[in-house]
């Protein structure tokens, strides 16, 4: 555990930076506010409206489908760290390799079946439409 | 060598011990200080080596009033940023308009680390590496941290009540999720080779068979491009595409919050190029020896394999910058598409791709050295080939139209509608 002491202690510093940098700006700086000012900007005309209107749904979508893509790679990442221990049926050799005549296809089609249906579905939402933006 | 704070350093032996506690929280103390400082040094730096790389580029003289030849530039900007008025839109929900800045400017400048910088320094108290933290989960942290981004920039869009910001705001999430996940399967070849995620095995992997940008080429592109998306530059720079959004998500932000954006860009910059150049390039390895990875370490070890990776690094950035005023900005839909349907699929089948190769060269017996970095590049080769020779050929991301004659177009749309897809579904 004691190694991840440098890290909260930069989380701290970068924390610690951020708001004080911002405090600082704050108090040494002087707002003249007006109600012109104020406005949010549209290219110099009166603003129409509120911006807090609907919005594609498509933004949605994408999130929707980055959820379960991202989970995929979250899946394949471990599986991508132990491919050369679980494709040899021996130690591994001190370079990494695996000895010759040992190798076996245990981890490769194990994902190949996963990659098979994630392309399926992947295809699906393709063909779906999701994937389309005009 | 004549430093004062060299005459500290010693030459090592082989087995030099790690620090004991306390050395171990000053000298790490010491690279978070030096490390942040230079970060913010650099996107000052860079801001300016941007305007100066373009004005190059576009035949003009940039900045060269402040300071000898503009070198001041920087410094009177973030002056001037500090002190000018803030000003708070009226509508805007004003604590999450506060928080956004600090939210995009805190995980830019916590993602490096993980990132090893240098061969191991002797020192009379022990070892000391240069990495800030050589955490066990190490690039799982880089992708977690990184994508935090996000939440600044799309919070920031939404609270200032725009609409050039809330549509900033929206483009650049679905932007940067969209390529997270080409970029994540980039690094899964990366992690099969060095069958580890801590950063420092990855580069340690790379010395000794062979750079990844030679055994991997194919994600090494998958990846750069991925990362130019997800530090929003060109041609991926939608969410602040100045001719239809004014400036994206921080239209409404003035004064220091503006620089907070801005630095958040830069450093997300030198940390995407530091990444490309650990997964890719080696790292702090220098090329064809083996020399600077083996103990004992020393001083110029140290030292040389500093400027290595700084070299690397400078390339990245310049390439950023290079990119930047050359290549014309993508549209939405075509943006969209690259990551989706030609990126993800790309990533997935590489990897496949890697693993037969992997598992082919092991049960031929090719040893983990030269030999089996050739054969993988000439695989790489033929990879390469195959989908920027064939696949590609300049029509994945362009608009078909633009590239090809008025009759050759005409027959492809009568084949279009001919087939059982609707026009819709064909993107026609």
């Not at chain 2, 929003?232 to 004064?255: I, K, Q, T, W």
Request: aromatic letters at 14%.
């Amino acid at each position: 555990m004691q190694i991840y002491v440098p890290l909260l202690l930069l989380i701290g510093f970068v924390a610690l930076n951020a708001v004080g940098i911002t405090l600082v700006s704050h108090l040494i700086t002087r707002g003249r506010p007006n109600p012109i000012k104020e406005q949010p900007y549209e290219s110099g005309i009166p603003p129409l409206g509120d911006a807090r209107e609907r919005f594609s749904v498509k933004f949605y979508m994408v999130a929707m489908l980055f959820i379960v893509f991202d989970i995929e790679t979250v899946f394949m990442l471990p599986w991508g760290v132990y491919f050369q221990r679980l494709s040899c049926t021996t130690q591994l050799l001190a370079s990494g390799a695996c000895p010759r005549g040992a190798t076996s296809f245990f981890g490769f089609g194990e994902m190949l079946v996963f990659i098979a249906i994630l392309f399926v579905g992947f295809i699906y939402v393709w063909k779906k439409g999701a994937l389309q933006w005009d | 060598m004549s430093l004062p704070v060299l005459a500290l350093l010693q030459a090592a032996d082989p087995q030099l011990p790690p620090l004991h506690f306390w050395p171990w929280l000053i000298f790490s103390l010491i690279k978070l200080l030096v490390v942040f400082t230079l970060y913010m040094v650099a996107a000052a730096l860079l801001t300016l080596a941007e305007r100066k790389i373009s004005a190059w580029i576009q035949d003009r003289h940039g900045p060269n009033r402040v300071g000898p030849g503009g070198l001041m530039q920087p410094l009177a900007d973030g002056l001037k940023n500090f002190v000018k008025e803030e000003t708070f839109p009226k509508f805007s929900n004003k604590a999450l308009f506060l928080i956004a800045p600090m939210l995009a400017f805190m995980p830019a400048l916590i993602t490096w680390a993980v990132i090893p910088f240098g061969s191991p320094l002797p020192t009379r108290w022990g070892r000391v590496d240069l990495v800030l933290a050589d955490i066990p989960v190490g690039f799982l942290y880089i992708l977690a941290i990184s994508s935090l981004g996000v939440y600044g920039i799309v919070l920031a869009g939404w609270s200032s009540n725009n609409k050039y910001a809330l549509l900033g705001g929206l483009r650049s999430s679905a932007q940067m999720i969209s390529y997270e996940i080409a970029m994540g399967m980039a690094t899964i070849p990366v992690v099969m080779l060095a069958g580890n995620v801590t950063l420092g095995a990855i580069v340690m992997t790379q010395a000794h068979q062979g750079w990844n940008i030679v055994t991997l080429t194919l994600a090494f592109f998958i990846f750069m491009v991925a990362a130019f998306a997800e530090t929003n530059r060109v041609p991926f720079d939608l969410p602040e595409a100045e001719a239809e959004l004014v400036a994206g998500y921080h239209s409404e932000y003035s004064a220091m919050k503006f620089s907070f954006f801005f630095i958040a860009e830069y450093a997300n910059m030198v940390t995407a190029s530091a990444l490309m150049t650990t997964l890719f390039l080696g790292g702090w390895d220098i090329p064809f020896t083996l020399w600077d990875n083996l103990p004992p370490f020393s001083v110029l070890k140290t030292l040389l394999t500093l400027v290595a990776f700084l070299g690397k690094l400078s390339f990245f950035l310049f390439l950023y910058m290079w990119i930047r005023w050359t290549l014309p900005r993508f549209r939405y839909d075509q943006l969209m598409s690259l990551g989706w349907k030609v990126m993800l699929p790309m990533a997935l089948a590489y990897i496949v791709i890697i693993a037969a190769a992997i598992l082919g060269l092991d049960a031929l017996g090719v040893p983990r050295d030269w030999r089996f970095a050739l054969s993988m590049f000439a695989l790489n080769i033929v990879v390469v080939f195959i989908v920027f020779g064939w696949l590609d050929r300049g029509r994945i991301v362009s608009p078909a139209s633009s590239r090809i004659s008025a009759g050759e177009l005409a027959r492809l749309r009568t084949m279009a509608h001919r087939s059982t897809l609707t026009p819709r579904e064909t993107g026609d």
